[in-house]
């Protein structure tokens, strides 16, 4: 095609020439004109620069030459850009500009293709050029070499070593505008020659300097040039200047005169160590500790209580225990002098805002704070450091978290407390014992460290999954405040308060265009969660929300979002989980435990069956020891009681009996299953099912009583979720109840029992 007319693209600080590619980022919003400019892959364009500098143009400012080239890729990527890449094909000669509302159009021709006998003299004076420049100018190696071809014309050569060349805007401007080809090696000449004349110039001041100078002398002219570079390149200079830094940072620190001391001893150290020995680096690095630990800086608690309470409640929904807890250690702060920080240890399921609420305590005390975690930790040297001596020691991640914290009273919070190991390498809970042991920490000494620091003004925040994995000489010296799970309507509550409105704002949505209702809140926590916390859920919403983002971009649609069930499913796909458990008749052998499992409490089914046989037990799935010894117990006592239950003797002694705890289901071992396990038998040597809705909980003993559990709450809450109507629970854990939400209570009843024989009665009656 000799001519045509195509749209225009102004580029303001950018050129591309023929042969090369650019790539752009747009925001698609702002960048709308241009994004309907390019459309799809493969459409040409016109790239122009404007004639003059500086943003605004008009039309009579626009060169009468550009450069024709094609959308290569165009992508939307993560962050709510565009990003395109756009291919030059050839230069081209602009006759007129059109403007046609916000946009240029243009009509163009291709120039004249020319090959005189003195393209091809200038085509050989180029390429002898070219080598020249190669040799001489560094990283210029064989990139450029790699890719002439031997069949490019001179202008196309031309612009493909150009873009390899230093050249500032509107020098690269020249080069678009010159047609003819000629014209364009001359200029290219032109700037490689001055290039060329730039380096030798250099290389002669470099001879003549080092010929007048000594061998010392060229030893600090060179120093004195690398320290330029490095200055240059933003890194430490040399040893000298590091010592004189050392020392005016050792200045400045403030810490106990100990320290001071220790350190003018390593700086001494560091002076007379030589240059080449290993032992610098050593030293360098401790100093580095050294100077950069908050020995003595402190930021200042908020002193209104007050405040401190708004902040935490604008954070975080309910939490009520933890929350009074800060408050009251701030409060008898104000009114004693010294006071040591509480050792807090939040203990629950994962997701319920242990964490964050930590933070949240820093932020609202107006402290810095640090976290680390400690989980499937089995060596003590992670805690309290490596003695220097061992080859790329390091301190231990107390003084690391006291280091990123950068105050001297951060809230440090230690995560997974329940999960460390103890193996031959040590233990690392006595060591962290050391760290929150109030009568020790003031004198904390790291091993990498080898001097103390003061942790005495630190607030500790341990986290942890389940209470009785603490290491017990640990929880000795912890407050252990239990977060439990929520319910669906405090999860409810959560999400209108906190995780909507956060969400919202991180994908730049406001309640003006996304609402969700109620209904559909409640869809996706039951429908698509299922966990303790509300984690699951704040990723529901987060990807609910950026769906519609998507939809709002992509298809421009600018309505407002009511966010029904409807839309959920729209957005989420079908739901995951059914909630809504029919009360069935349920089957023979196969009845309702209550665990205690990392999705917060559940409902742990226990099924039995049997077969021809001696009467041996057998048992499957996730059975710990304890729950293996409850089955034991539970089949013992029914063998003692056939006559009560009105069980016939003769299948007990003439079939196997197998007993099987579903895989996964629970995380822990514990004696609760065992009115379970012994309800589930009945129920298949009596040949009777037990309704569905029910659940139990309680351990048995051989004569038949019911003795209490732990976690009743959280068990509770799970059956609730799944749907349960009624649970069995020990006389003894009636004092639990007052702590269970009066939603998840209206809806279930409990019958409370001290024997077996009750729950019995109550089924078979
Ligand atoms: P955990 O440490 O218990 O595993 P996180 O602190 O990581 O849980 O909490 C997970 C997410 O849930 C966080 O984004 C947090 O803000 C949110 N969250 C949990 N509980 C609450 C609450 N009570 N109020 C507001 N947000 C909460």
């Not at 046609?100 to 021709?109: E, G, I, M, Q, R």
């Not at 003018?264 to 020995?277: G, L």
């Not at 929150?436 to 080898?450: K, M």
Request: charged share 30%; with cysteine; net charge negative.
């Amino acid at each position: 095609m000799e001519n045509g007319k195509l749209k225009v693209l102004v580029l303001n600080d950018m050129v591309l020439f023929p042969k090369n590619e650019i790539r752009m980022e747009y925001d698609n919003i702002y960048d709308k004109e241009i994004l309907d400019l390019i459309n799809t892959i493969d459409e040409e364009m016109l790239l122009v620069n404007p004639i003059n500098d500086g943003e605004s143009f008009n039309i009579t400012q626009l060169p009468k030459v550009g450069v024709l080239a094609r959308l290569k890729l165009k992508l939307n990527v993560p962050n709510g850009k565009t990003r395109v890449v756009i291919e030059g094909i050839s230069r081209v000669e602009i006759y007129d500009y059109e403007k046609s509302d916000a946009l240029y159009v243009a009509n163009y021709k291709f120039p004249k293709k020319t090959t005189s006998k003195k393209e091809k003299d200038y085509y050989n004076v180029l390429i002898k050029f070219i080598d020249k420049y190669i040799d001489k100018v560094p990283n210029m190696g064989n990139a450029i070499m790699s890719q002439i071809d031997k069949t490019y014309s001179l202008g196309e050569l031309c612009d493909l070593v150009t873009t390899y060349i230093n050249l500032d805007f509107n020098r690269k401007k020249k080069y678009i505008e010159a047609i003819d080809p000629i014209k364009r090696t001359e200029l290219l000449i032109e700037d490689m020659t001055e290039d060329l004349r730039l380096i030798d110039l250099e290389r002669k001041i470099e001879i003549s300097v080092e010929k007048g100078l000594n061998e010392q002398q060229k030893e600090y002219y060179l120093r004195e040039r690398l320290r330029v570079i490095e200055e240059e390149l933003g890194e430490v200079s040399s040893k000298d200047d590091e010592i004189r830094n050392l020392k005016k940072k050792a200045s400045k620190l403030k810490c106990p005169t100990k320290i001071t001391t220790r350190i003018r001893d390593e700086i001494a150290r560091f002076e007379t160590t030589p240059q080449a020995s290993p032992e610098l680096a050593v030293i360098r690095e401790y100093l580095d500790w050294m100077l950069n630990l908050p020995w003595k800086k402190y930021t200042k608690d908020e002193s209104s209580i007050k405040k401190v309470k708004e902040s935490l409640d604008a954070s975080h929904y309910a939490l009520d225990e933890v929350k009074e807890r800060i408050l009251e250690y701030l409060s008898v702060k104000q009114n004693t002098n010294n006071l040591r920080s509480p050792i807090l240890c939040l203990v629950g399921p994962p997701g319920v805002g242990k964490t964050s609420l930590a933070i949240a305590i820093a932020n609202a005390l107006g402290r810095n704070y640090a976290k680390i975690s400690v989980g499937g930790i089995n060596d003590e040297a992670e805690i309290i450091g490596h003695r220097r001596t061992y080859i790329g020691a390091n301190p231990g991640r107390i003084i690391q978290g006291i280091k990123r914290a950068g105050t001297t009273n951060p809230v440090f919070i230690i995560d997974e407390i329940d999960k460390m190991t103890k193996d031959i390498k040590g233990d690392p809970a006595s060591a962290l014992l050391e760290v929150l042991d109030p009568e020790q920490n003031a004198h904390f000494s790291d091993h990498y460290i080898e001097e103390e620091f003061d942790l005495s003004q630190v607030m500790f925040i341990a986290t942890a999954n389940y209470l009785d994995q603490i290491p017990y000489e640990l929880k000795d010296r912890l407050e252990i405040i239990n977060v439990s799970s929520y319910t669906e309507y405090e999860k409810l509550d959560i999400a209108k308060t906190h995780l909507v409105p956060k969400e919202l704002d991180e994908h730049g949505l406001t309640p003006l265009q996304v609402v969700i209702e109620d209904e559909a809140i409640m869809h996706i926590i039951r429908g698509y969660t299922k966990e303790a916390g509300v984690r699951e859920l704040e990723r529901m919403i987060a990807t609910l929300l950026r769906k519609i983002v998507k939809e709002i971009l992509v298809e421009q649609k600018n309505n407002f979002y009511s966010i029904d069930i409807k839309e959920v499913e729209h957005f989420l796909g079908k739901p995951k989980y059914s909630y809504l458990k029919k009360a069935t008749k349920g089957d023979i052998g196969v009845v309702n435990g209550l665990a205690y499992t990392v999705f917060g409490g559940d409902i742990l089914p226990i099924e039995v069956t049997l077969y021809k046989g001696k009467g041996d037990l057998i048992l499957t799935g996730s059975l710990g020891e304890v729950m293996q010894e409850s089955c034991q117990i539970a089949l013992s006592y029914i063998k003692a009681n056939t006559k009560n239950f009105k069980i016939d003797e003769k299948i007990l002694k003439e079939n196997d009996i197998h007993i099987h705890v579903p895989e996964g289901a629970i995380s822990k071992d514990g004696p609760s299953a065992g009115v379970t396990v012994t309800t589930a038998l009945i129920s298949l040597l009596k040949n009777k099912a037990v309704d569905n809705s029910i659940a139990m909980t309680g351990e048995i003993t051989l004569r038949g009583k019911v003795l209490p559990i732990g976690g009743l709450k959280e068990k509770v809450i799970g059956a609730h979720r799944a749907g349960i109507k009624k649970i069995f629970i020990p006389n003894e854990n009636l004092v639990d109840l007052d702590e269970i939400p009066e939603e998840v209570k209206k809806d279930i009843k409990f019958i409370s029992v001290s024997t077996y024989k009750e729950i019995y009665g109550r089924i078979y009656r």
